[in-house]
């Protein structure tokens, strides 16, 4: 089985910073891209920032760029997003999202984590 576990959430003042952190666990072989994603109440979830599986290459959301940085710790197999210059309209619900190869399955898989509330405001 496996969990990915975000943290790092919270209430932050508009041109504040935040870092979320992502770690999976579990019976894991392999961890290929991972992403994070962001949804608001009546609105589809967002693709925000993606990472690859040896964190060469990283793509973002046009609303997010120059402001966040995705890394990620493969021997940790955990992914850090740190957001500065936050602004009220990255209010969210932040989820992690990985591609798992598991002993068990012997196949690739979306994982998903709880998700953590980021609320930007004064």
């Known amino acids: 089985q496996v969990q990915l576990v975000e943290s790092g959430g919270g209430l932050v003042q508009p041109g504040g910073s935040l870092r979320l952190s992502c770690a999976a666990s579990?019976?894991?072989?392999?961890?290929?891209?991972m992403a994070w994603y962001r949804q608001t109440p009546g609105k589809q979830r967002e693709l925000v920032a993606t990472?690859?599986?040896?964190?060469?290459?990283?793509n973002y959301a046009d609303s997010v760029k120059g402001r966040f940085t995705l890394s990620r710790d493969s021997a940790k197999n955990t992914t850090y997003l740190q957001m500065n210059s936050l602004k009220p309209e990255d209010t969210a619900v932040y989820y992690c999202?990985?591609?798992?190869?598991?002993?068990?399955?012997?196949?690739?898989?979306?994982?998903w984590g709880q998700g953590t509330q980021v609320t930007v405001s004064s």
């Open positions: 999202n990985a591609r798992i190869w598991t002993r068990e399955t012997r196949a690739w898989y979306p994982y």
């Open positions: 579990g019976s894991i072989f392999r961890i290929n891209e």
């Open positions: 990472i690859t599986s040896g964190g060469g290459s990283t």
